[in-house]
């Protein structure tokens, strides 16, 4: 009896580990240098096919060996880059990739394909080897920009459907966890969302793209609590607003890290404030090619030091911020 139940106590650890975000290498006082370094693609913002070049890239995600992966939407392919390479070579390609996702276990990334109207998630290993494994059929989504994938369960961010959803992977079925009343302005709507966060406690931070804000949806409940921008889904440029926002991350102090796409800017947020504490990058707050410039963000990243990386979509480009932790 008595080891059965350290057994099943070691199962349940084992699980609390894998599902445990990675503890934060920066503190309340980092900074990050605004001007960023491009890691992956062109500084100039040139576009192409080659195995050093993005076209219209979208999301990305690190591993724990800070191997990156990148959706290279346009160039139809899965880029993995292996830690510092500025060249990477494509582990999937014929479809279209818009969101991905680590796998709990990190031996596998989750993509969201699409040819025509074929939209899919998809499995597949980290190399690249032993091809592709449909997860998610055909007609259960319509569009997925972010998806995150926690123990046998996939989060899908339904940006069509306003809604985001949660698929069972053990029993091919989803719950609707947000929205999912068709598209509109108050708590219980989203409007064409397109990223989404899910911390420990299965709490979902949405960015309510259309509605220019970001939502909580705590586990369990059917409203969403605006955590960020106005909850009126008013766009501006101010320090407490967002313009069509595409990516949100949260750290374990529950401060907020956005990609503000349509003001070209990286906010960061601290939790239950009402204004962001500081524009990271894209301060200028218009579109454009220098260091300190940014062409609609679409993805965000922390790498294992705490520098923060951003796919810099318009401009072909991933963007390294470097972390300054010299105040902690
Ligand atoms: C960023 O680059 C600009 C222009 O070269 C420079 O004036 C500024 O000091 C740099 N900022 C930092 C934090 O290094
Ligand atoms: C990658 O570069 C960082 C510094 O930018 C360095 O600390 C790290 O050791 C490098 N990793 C590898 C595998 O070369
Ligand atoms: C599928 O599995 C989930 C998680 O165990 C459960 O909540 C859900 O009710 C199941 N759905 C069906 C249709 O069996």
Redo the contacts with the bound molecule.
């Keep these: 009896m008595i080891a059965e139940w350290i057994k099943i106590r070691i199962l349940s650890l084992n699980i609390i580990l894998a599902i445990t975000t990675r503890p934060d290498p920066t503190c309340l006082l980092s900074t990050w240098?605004?001007?960023g370094t491009t890691i992956v693609g062109s500084q100039d913002g040139i576009h192409g096919g080659s195995l050093n070049l993005l076209y219209n890239p979208r999301d990305l995600v690190i591993d724990n060996n800070n191997d990156i992966y990148i959706s290279d939407t346009l160039n139809r392919r899965l880029m993995r880059y292996i830690s510092n390479a500025t060249e990477g070579y494509p582990i999937f390609n014929g479809f279209s990739i818009r969101g991905i996702a680590l796998s709990p276990d990190e031996q596998a990334i989750y993509l969201s394909t699409f040819i025509l109207n074929i939209e899919r998630i998809e499995r597949i290993n980290k190399n690249g080897l032993g091809g592709s494994t449909v997860i998610v059929p055909l007609e259960v989504f319509s569009v997925c920009y972010s998806l995150v994938v926690r123990l046998e369960n996939t989060y899908i961010c339904d940006t069509n459907n306003h809604r985001v959803i949660l698929w069972f992977n053990t029993n091919s079925s989803f719950d609707v966890v947000a929205g999912g009343n068709g598209w509109g302005t108050d708590s219980e709507h989203l409007q064409s969302p397109e990223g989404i966060f899910v911390d420990d406690d299965q709490n979902i931070y949405i960015t309510d793209t259309r509605n220019h804000r970001i939502q909580l949806w705590k586990k369990g409940t059917s409203q969403g609590i605006t955590v960020a921008g106005s909850s009126l889904a008013l766009a501006g440029p101010g320090l407490g607003e967002l313009r069509s926002p595409t990516a949100v991350i949260v750290d374990s102090r529950g401060t907020m890290f956005i990609a503000d796409a349509g003001n070209h800017r990286i906010l960061q947020w601290f939790k239950d404030e009402t204004q962001a504490s500081a524009i990271l990058v894209g301060s200028t707050g218009t579109l454009g090619l220098?260091?300190?410039q940014l062409n609609k963000p679409t993805s965000l990243k922390f790498d294992s030091e705490g520098n923060l990386l951003v796919v810099d979509s318009e401009n072909n480009r991933v963007q390294k911020y470097f972390v300054d932790n010299s105040q902690c």
Excluded: G
Aim: no cysteine; glycine share 0%; aromatic share 0%.
């Design positions: 240098n605004d001007n220098n260091p300190n």
